[in-house]
C-alpha cells in the first residue's frame, strides 16, 4: 500500500466504528503560547481532555501534521543519521473522550494491522505498562497475542503524562520486528535500542488525574488517546527498513539528487533536504516566517541545515525552493493548503536561502581558518558563539559539521558567551526603581473607555519603589487608584498623563504602567500632601489621548491594509501607539516597492475617509474568531475578548483605547518602511496633524534641495537619478578593471600547469591572497577546461590556501580531501566540496614542500 492508501484506509477504519474524521490542525497551536508546535496527535484535543472544552462527538479520528524541532521534543540534530528521525511526521491517531476505553482501543488497533493493512501477528510484540493487569488480561485472554511476545515495561516507556500534573495513564505499544537480519533484541531487552523491533504504535489509557503532590485519582471519563507514524507505517508496510525508503521521501530525495548531480540514495544530505523541505513546507504554508526568535527561527534553523547540506552536495545555486514542487506532487492531495500556497512558500524559502548563502561561505572560511590553527578535537565556544552571532550558524549547524570533521563542540563555552550576551541585553533595557513593578498594588478598575475625568480613591503609595503612606510636595512617586480614567502602558499603547488633583494639591502624572491589577500613575507632587485614602480627581490629557488614539486607530486600518495588500499571511509582531507617531512591525518575506507602500497608505486614507464607526464588544474568544477577529499569533487570551471593529473593514482583539470614528484619525503618512530582522518588517508613520506637518517638512526640504542643485523641484528626481547613473558606471569601470588583473594573472600561471597520471595539475604559490584568490581559481579551471587547481597565498605566518576541481573530474579527485591533505602539511585543518575548498595553514616554511607533494596525491588518487 502506498502512503496515501494508508493514510485514507486507516481514517475510514475508524470513520466505519463511529469515529469524526477531524482534518489536520496547523503545526502552530491554536490559542496555546505553552507549545512551539503541534507535536503529537492529541494536541488539538488538549483542551477536551481537560474538561475546558466540548466537541459534538465522543470519538475522533485524524492524520495529524506534527514537528519536532525545538524545544523538549527536538529531533533536528538526529535527522540525516538514524531510520526513523524526522523534523515533520504524520501522526495517525484515534481517541475517545469519556466513550470506550481499553478494550475497544485494543481490539481496533490488532483489527487494523493484522485485518485491514495485514501485517503478520507473529512479527507483532505487545508491551503494557507493569502494573496494567487490566492491559495484559485483554491482550493475552481476549486478542490472543503469544505470551513470547508480550512484556510488561515499567513507567519510564510505559506511563504516559500531558505534564507534571493533569491527565495520565498506562500505554500499550505495539511493535514490528523487522527480522533477524537486523540487530537489536526485543523490548524491555538489553539491546531493545536496536533496529530490528520498532514501535508503531502507542495506546494510552487516559484514566488519571496527576496532583502536584504526584497522588493519582481516577478520572470519572477514562479515555484514549493513540499515535501511529505514518512514515513508521509505510516502511513496515512497503517491506523497508529506513523510512526514507517509503514513497514519501523518494520522489524528494530522486528530485534533490537530480539538482545535486548525485544519484546514491543512502546520501545522509539528501535525507536531510528531503526532510527539511516537509518541516519548512507546512510550516510556512501555516503562518511561520523565518525570524530571530521562537518559532521563526526554528523554521530558519531548518531551512539554513538544508542549505548546508545542498552546499555540502556541491549545490552552488539557490535550490531549496525548488522541492517544494516535488513534494505537493506526494502530499498536495491530502494537505490541499501546499498547492494553494506553493508559490508563497517557493518565495520565502529563495529569499532565506539567497539571504543564507551570502554568509555561508564566510562562516565556513571563519572556521576553517580556526581549524587551521588549533590542535584541539572540540570547537571552541568561542568560535561557535561567533559563527551564531555574527554569521547566522544555529549551533545545530556547527554541530553537524564537527559530527562530519570527528570533532567535538564546546557547547558549555558556547552557553557562556550566550548567557554574557543576554546579561548586557537585560542590563540595556533595565528600568529605574520608578519603573519596577511593586508587589500588592493593589486592583484598579479602568474607566477611561467612557470618560477622561474620573474621582478615584488612592490605595496605595510608593516612593523609590517602597510603600509609603504619605506624599508630599516635590516629591516623585506612584499613586494607585482605586477607579482610572488612565491607560496603563499595554499593547503598544503608551501610558495616559495628566493630573490628579484636590484642594490645593496637583499632581503631574507623566506615566502610567501596569502593576498586576493596578494602574500605577508615575510623576510629581507639585502642590500639597497625598495619603493614603485621599480621593483626587483624576484628569487625562485630552490632547496626548486624542494623538495617541488616532494613532492606535491607524495601526488597525494599517494591519487591514497590509494583509489585503500582501497577503493574509501577515501577523502583527510588536507595535508602538504613542501621541507622536505610531510604530507597527509585522511579517513579511521582502521589502514592499514604493507602489505597494503607496497603495496601502491609500487604502488606509480611503478607510478614513469612509468615516467608519469605531464599535468595541466583549464576546467569547472562539465567537470572536468565528466573527472574524484577528488575533495576536501565539498569544494567551482568556475566555472573553474585547473585539474592536472599524467599520467592515477592520476587526481585532484589543484593550486599547480607540477613536468614535475613522474619519478623526485625519489624515495617515507612513514615514519610513524597513526591515528589522529576517522576516519581520516595521512601518512608522503619523497621523492628524503632525502628517500635516511632515508633509510640510518635506516639501520645504525638497524646495532646498533643488536650490543647492540650480534646478527646479519638478526636476529634482531627473537630476538624481543622472548623479546615481554616473556613480554605478564608475563602479562598474572599476570592476571590470578587477577582473581583467585578475585573467592576466591566471593566464601569466597557465605556464605552470603540469600533466600527472593523465589530469592536467596546477599547483603554484601566487602574491596576494584574499577573496581574489577564489576569482583567480574560478578564471583558471575555466582556462584550462579539465584539471585540478591550488593556489597558496602566504601572507605573514599564515598561509590561504584555494582549490577547485572541474565537474567531470570530481567523481575522482575531491578539492575538500586536496586541502585538507595539504592544510595538514602546512599545520593547519580543512575542508569543502569536491569542485571547491579552501583552508589556512600556519607553517609557510613548509609551503615548496607541500606543493611537491602534490603530484604523489593526484597520482594516488587517479590509481585509486
Same mark, same amino acid.
Given at each position: ?15 466505519? !466504528? ?35 472544552? +466540548?466537541?459534538?462527538?465522543?470519538? #475522533? ?13 527536538? =529531533? ?36 487494523? $494491522?493484522?485485518?485491514?493493512? &495485514? ?23 481476549? @486478542? ?72 493519582? /485519582? ?58 527539511? @523541505? ?44 525548488? $522541492?517544494?514542487?516535488?513534494? +505537493? ?29 551570502? /554568509? $555561508? %561561505? ?27 552571532? /555574527? ?6 549547524? &556547527? ?22 550576551? !543576554? ?30 475625568? =474620573? ?43 495628566? %493630573? ?41 490629557? %485630552? ?164 536650490? /543647492?542643485?540650480?534646478?527646479?523641484? *519638478? ?15 564608475? +563602479? ?12 592576466? &594573472? ?18 603554484? #604559490? ?6 581574489? $584568490? ?31 576541481? &572541474? ?16 592544510? *595538514? ?40
Amino acid at each position: 500500500m502506498r502512503s496515501a492508501q494508508l493514510r485514507a484506509s486507516f481514517l475510514e477504519f475508524f470513520r466505519d !466504528r463511529g469515529h469524526t474524521v477531524v482534518p489536520s490542525a496547523p503545526l502552530v497551536p491554536g490559542n496555546d503560547p505553552t507549545l512551539l508546535f503541534t507535536n503529537a496527535g492529541m494536541v488539538p484535543f488538549k483542551e477536551v481532555f481537560l474538561g475546558g472544552e +466540548e466537541r459534538g462527538y465522543q470519538r #475522533a479520528v485524524s492524520s495529524q501534521r506534527c514537528v519536532r524541532a525545538g524545544g523538549k521534543h527536538n =529531533d533536528l540534530e538526529n535527522v540525516g543519521y538514524t531510520a526513523r528521525h524526522h523534523t515533520f511526521f504524520e501522526m495517525l491517531g484515534n481517541f475517545s473522550f469519556g466513550d470506550y476505553f481499553k478494550r475497544e482501543a485494543i481490539e481496533h488497533a490488532w483489527r487494523y $494491522l493484522t485485518e485491514v493493512i &495485514t501485517l503478520p501477528p507473529e512479527r507483532l510484540w505487545v508491551t503494557v505498562y507493569e502494573e496494567d493487569d487490566e492491559a495484559e488480561r485483554i491482550w493475552l485472554e481476549e @486478542i490472543g497475542v503469544d505470551p513470547q511476545r508480550f512484556r510488561r515495561i515499567g513507567a519510564h516507556d510505559n506511563f504516559w503524562s500531558m505534564g507534571d500534573t493533569g491527565p495520565c495513564g498506562p500505554c500499550s505499544e505495539i511493535f514490528y520486528d523487522h527480522g533477524p537480519g537486523v540487530a537489536g533484541g526485543p523490548p524491555g531487552s538489553p539491546d531493545q535500542d536496536g533496529d530490528r523491533y520498532i514501535e508503531v504504535w502507542n495506546l494510552v489509557f487516559m484514566q488519571y488525574d496527576r496532583d502536584v503532590e504526584g497522588q493519582l /485519582t481516577p478520572l470519572p471519563r477514562p479515555s484514549i488517546d493513540t499515535g501511529m507514524g505514518l512514515e513508521r507505517l509505510a516502511a513496515v508496510v512497503q517491506g523497508v527498513h529506513d523510512n526514507y525508503e517509503t514513497d514519501l521521501f523518494v520522489p524528494l530525495i530522486d528530485a534533490a539528487g537530480e539538482i545535486a548531480g548525485v544519484a546514491d540514495r543512502r546520501s545522509a544530505s539528501l535525507k536531510v533536504v528531503a526532510d527539511h @523541505i516537509r518541516a519548512c513546507s507546512f510550516l510556512i504554508a501555516d503562518g511561520v516566517l523565518p525570524a530571530t526568535e521562537g518559532r521563526g527561527y526554528v523554521l530558519r534553523r531548518i531551512i539554513r541545515r538544508a542549505v548546508r547540506h545542498g552546499y555540502q552536495l556541491g549545490i552552488d545555486q539557490p535550490f531549496f525552493y525548488r $522541492l517544494v514542487q516535488p513534494l +505537493e506532487a506526494v502530499m498536495g492531495e491530502a494537505y490541499p493548503e501546499l498547492p494553494r500556497r506553493r508559490e508563497f512558500i517557493e518565495k520565502i524559502l529563495h529569499q532565506e536561502e539567497r539571504r543564507f548563502r551570502e /554568509t $555561508l %561561505e564566510d562562516g565556513l572560511e571563519l572556521l576553517d581558518d580556526y581549524l587551521s590553527r588549533t590542535d584541539r578535537d572540540c570547537i571552541d565556544g568561542e568560535v561557535v558563539f561567533k559563527l551564531y552571532d /555574527t554569521h547566522g550558524f544555529p549551533v545545530d549547524l &556547527t554541530a553537524d559539521i564537527a559530527r562530519e570533521r570527528q570533532l567535538q563542540v564546546d557547547y558549555a563555552g558556547f552557553e557562556a558567551r550566550m548567557a554574557e550576551q !543576554r546579561e548586557r541585553a537585560r542590563a540595556a533595557s533595565r528600568f529605574g526603581s520608578a519603573r519596577e513593578a511593586v508587589v500588592d498594588a493593589g486592583e484598579s478598575r479602568f474607566t477611561g473607555y467612557e470618560t477622561l475625568a =474620573d474621582q478615584g480613591q488612592i490605595i496605595s503609595l510608593y516612593r523609590d519603589g517602597t510603600s509609603v503612606q504619605r506624599l508630599s510636595a516635590g516629591e516623585e512617586g506612584m499613586i494607585v487608584l482605586d477607579q482610572t480614567p488612565f491607560y496603563a502602558e499595554s499593547g503598544g499603547q503608551v501610558g495616559d498623563r495628566g %493630573e490628579l488633583l484636590a484642594a490645593g494639591v496637583r499632581f503631574v502624572v507623566t506615566d502610567t504602567l501596569k502593576q498586576g491589577e493596578a494602574h500605577g500613575h508615575l510623576g510629581r507632587l507639585e502642590q500639597g500632601e497625598l495619603s493614603v485614602g485621599d480621593v483626587v480627581s483624576a484628569q487625562v490629557d %485630552e490632547q496626548l489621548r486624542a494623538a495617541t488614539v488616532r494613532n492606535h486607530s491607524a495601526t488597525h486600518l494599517l494591519h487591514a491594509a497590509l494583509r489585503e495588500s500582501l497577503g493574509e499571511h501577515v501577523q502583527q509582531k510588536g507595535s508602538l501607539v504613542a501621541p507622536e507617531r505610531l510604530r507597527f512591525d509585522y511579517s513579511h518575506y521582502e521589502a514592499p516597492d514604493e507602489a505597494t507602500l503607496q497603495t496601502i497608505e491609500r487604502r488606509v486614507n480611503e478607510q478614513i475617509q469612509a468615516n467608519l464607526p469605531a464599535e468595541a464588544e466583549q464576546m467569547g474568544f472562539d465567537e470572536a474568531l468565528d466573527a472574524g477577529a484577528v488575533a495576536l499569533f501565539g498569544e494567551k487570551y482568556g475566555d472573553t475578548v474585547r473585539v474592536i471593529s472599524l467599520g467592515g473593514y477592520s476587526c481585532e482583539l484589543c484593550g486599547g483605547t480607540h477613536v468614535r470614528r475613522s474619519g478623526d484619525i485625519g489624515l495617515f503618512k507612513i514615514v519610513h518602511e524597513t526591515g528589522i530582522a529576517g522576516g519581520v518588517r516595521r512601518i512608522e508613520a503619523v497621523t492628524g496633524a503632525r502628517a500635516v506637518a511632515w508633509a510640510q517638512q518635506l516639501d520645504a526640504q525638497q524646495r532646498r534641495l533643488a536650490q /543647492t542643485l540650480r534646478i527646479s523641484p *519638478e526636476n529634482l528626481e531627473h537630476k538624481v537619478a543622472q548623479l546615481s547613473e554616473r556613480a554605478r558606471e564608475q +563602479e562598474k569601470e572599476i570592476e571590470r578593471l578587477k577582473q581583467k588583473l585578475a585573467t592576466q &594573472t591566471g593566464r601569466s600561471l597557465l605556464d605552470e600547469v603540469r600533466e600527472i597520471a593523465g589530469v592536467r595539475v596546477l599547483a603554484t #604559490a601566487v602574491e596576494g591572497g584574499g577573496k581574489g $584568490l577564489r576569482d583567480t581559481v574560478d578564471q583558471l579551471k575555466n582556462q584550462i577546461g579539465s584539471g585540478i587547481v591550488l593556489l597558496l597565498a602566504t601572507q605573514g605566518e599564515k598561509v590561504q590556501i584555494v582549490a577547485g576541481v &572541474t565537474k567531470d573530474l570530481t567523481d575522482r579527485f575531491s578539492a575538500g580531501t586536496l586541502v585538507n591533505y595539504v592544510a *595538514e602539511q602546512l599545520g593547519g585543518r580543512g575542508g569543502g566540496r569536491a569542485d571547491f575548498a579552501q583552508a589556512g595553514g600556519r607553517n609557510p616554511q613548509a609551503v615548496p614542500d607541500a606543493l611537491e607533494s602534490v603530484a604523489a596525491w593526484v597520482a594516488e588518487q587517479a590509481t585509486d
